[in-house]
């Protein structure tokens, strides 16, 4: 995807893949700083949250967040930016007509990725928010993140906490931001007796396209919609803060649809 956006620009540079484990990540953003030919990088899963005490400065929604996902190189100074929220925004926008502002939204997950949709809804004006997550302390830690940060109601709960499925039923938009669905064998990321006809489930995972929770909401009457759209757009973001130039977003689509196939 973002080779294609650097090859329809007409820039010199290539994306590649970079493996790191989590205790060698200090050494590697040590090593950036020293790459004179380095424009920038993304941070994915599970590095998002430890990024951010690794870079030089923070944009402020990476600093509102807690996360960073997207790096820029100035002359060896690393600014750590988060695209994630604003591209789940517009994802939410153009492919579901979805507008948050006086809704009510529940995010499955509190990492990086989740704390980018809350604070993101947040900002967009959703009424209230509810996060589930199996260690129930990172859900109301978030939760109160977002609450502070954006003056939404916000409530963490484990999933087996019985307010559960009356506070699921009342929301109008539900997040999958777990790896839960990654691998075809991974059941729903949440029972799926707890999904209502017309609620928007929006799973952040892109590949496989439709993951079993998707499956199990469309059976349900649910309005459904994958990542690939989040994806698109955030990495449309990162490539604007690398490069300066907005990308053909085209020719990134392409790209992306037949890797995906």
């Given at each position: 995807?973002?080779?294609a956006?650097?090859?329809?620009?007409?820039?010199?540079g290539?994306?590649?893949?970079w493996r790191?484990?989590a205790?060698?990540?200090?050494?590697?953003?040590?090593?950036?700083?020293?790459?004179e030919?380095?424009?920038?990088?993304?941070?994915?899963?599970?590095?998002?949250?430890?990024?951010?005490?690794?870079?030089?400065?923070?944009?402020?929604?990476?600093a509102?967040?807690?996360?960073v996902?997207?790096?820029?190189?100035?002359?060896?100074?690393?600014?750590?930016?988060?695209?994630d929220?604003?591209?789940?925004l517009?994802s939410l926008?153009?492919e579901?007509?979805?507008?948050?502002?006086?809704?009510?939204?529940?995010?499955?997950?509190?990492?990086?990725a989740a704390?980018?949709?809350?604070?993101?809804?947040?900002?967009?004006?959703?009424?209230?928010?509810l996060?589930?997550?199996?260690t129930?302390?990172?859900?109301?830690?978030?939760?109160?993140?977002?609450?502070?940060?954006?003056?939404?109601?916000?409530?963490?709960?484990?999933?087996d906490?019985?307010?559960v499925?009356?506070?699921?039923?009342?929301c109008?938009?539900l997040?999958?931001?777990?790896?839960?669905?990654?691998s075809?064998?991974?059941?729903?990321?949440?029972d799926?007796?707890?999904?209502?006809?017309?609620?928007?489930?929006?799973?952040?995972?892109?590949?496989?396209?439709?993951?079993?929770?998707?499956?199990?909401?469309k059976?349900?009457?649910?309005?459904?919609?994958?990542?690939?759209g989040?994806?698109?757009y955030?990495?449309?973001?990162?490539?604007?803060l690398?490069?300066?130039?907005?990308?053909?977003?085209?020719?990134?689509?392409t790209?992306?649809?037949?890797?995906?196939?």
């Amino acid at each position: 995807m973002q080779n294609a956006g650097l090859q329809a620009a007409g820039i010199d540079g290539l994306y590649i893949p970079w493996r790191v484990k989590a205790a060698g990540l200090p050494t590697a953003f040590e090593a950036l700083r020293g790459m004179e030919n380095f424009g920038g990088a993304n941070v994915t899963l599970p590095h998002k949250e430890q990024a951010v005490s690794l870079v030089d400065e923070l944009s402020s929604e990476a600093a509102s967040v807690g996360a960073v996902n997207t790096i820029v190189s100035r002359g060896g100074h690393l600014f750590g930016a988060n695209t994630d929220g604003q591209g789940f925004l517009r994802s939410l926008q153009e492919e579901a007509g979805f507008v948050p502002r006086g809704q009510q939204a529940v995010i499955l997950g509190a990492g990086g990725a989740a704390r980018a949709v809350a604070w993101s809804l947040g900002e967009a004006g959703i009424s209230v928010l509810l996060i589930l997550n199996r260690t129930v302390e990172r859900a109301e830690s978030l939760a109160d993140l977002v609450s502070r940060a954006t003056g939404v109601s916000a409530v963490g709960l484990g999933p087996d906490d019985p307010r559960v499925p009356e506070r699921v039923a009342a929301c109008g938009l539900l997040v999958n931001a777990t790896s839960l669905g990654l691998s075809p064998s991974d059941p729903p990321a949440i029972d799926p007796v707890l999904l209502r006809p017309g609620m928007l489930v929006y799973d952040l995972i892109y590949r496989p396209r439709e993951t079993t929770l998707l499956l199990e909401a469309k059976k349900r009457g649910c309005q459904v919609v994958g990542g690939l759209g989040m994806l698109l757009y955030q990495g449309a973001l990162a490539f604007e803060l690398w490069t300066g130039q907005k990308p053909s977003e085209e020719a990134m689509r392409t790209a992306l649809i037949q890797a995906l196939a």
